[in-house]
């Protein structure tokens, strides 16, 4: 079983590169703006990590004995919680698509980008 504990100068070494791991993230992110499909690849890639981190290393990484298991739930209660990757639910998708669409000013009535198309002179001699 890994110890839990680490001492300071690898928790500080850690939450730098977490931070530059976090920045990188955000501006590819920023980078794939305006894009759905690049922005949901993004997520999809975030929550395979997430998933396999915690049940492959975390979970080998849970304490063993009574004070490190202490240790761990004190620091999940102080620093924040649970880490959680939360799904958008497809209502939420859809309202926001809505809203989004309702927001977006209306073309006055009979007004259509489309021309108008003027129709065909019928003529007898295409009917034969």
């Known amino acids: 079983?890994?110890?839990?504990?680490?001492?300071?100068?690898?928790?500080e070494q850690l939450h730098e590169k977490l931070q530059a791991i976090t920045a990188d993230i955000?501006?590819?992110?920023?980078?794939?703006?305006?894009?759905?499909l690049a922005i949901l690849a993004l997520l999809?890639?975030?929550e395979h990590s997430h998933r396999e981190i915690?049940?492959?290393l975390f979970q080998e990484a849970l304490p063993d004995?009574?004070?490190?298991?202490?240790?761990?739930?004190?620091?999940?209660?102080?620093?924040?919680?649970?880490?959680?990757?939360?799904?958008?639910r497809l209502r939420s998708?859809?309202?926001n698509?809505?809203?989004?669409?309702?927001?977006q000013p209306r073309m006055p009535e009979g007004n259509t980008d489309f021309p108008k198309?003027?129709?065909?002179?019928?003529?007898?001699?295409?009917?034969?």
């Open 65 to 88: 004995n009574r004070q490190e298991l202490y240790a761990l739930v004190k620091d999940i209660e102080e620093s924040g919680g649970w880490p959680y990757i939360e799904r958008m």
């Open 117 to 128: 198309l003027k129709k065909p002179k019928s003529d007898s001699s295409d009917l034969v």
């Open 1 to 11: 079983m890994v110890s839990t504990m680490i001492n300071n100068l690898d928790l």
């Open 54 to 56: 915690r049940e492959n």
């Open 93 to 95: 998708l859809l309202e």
């Open 44 to 46: 999809r890639a975030l």
């Open 26 to 36: 955000d501006s590819l992110a920023n980078s794939h703006q305006g894009s759905s």
């Open 97 to 103: 698509w809505s809203n989004s669409f309702e927001s």
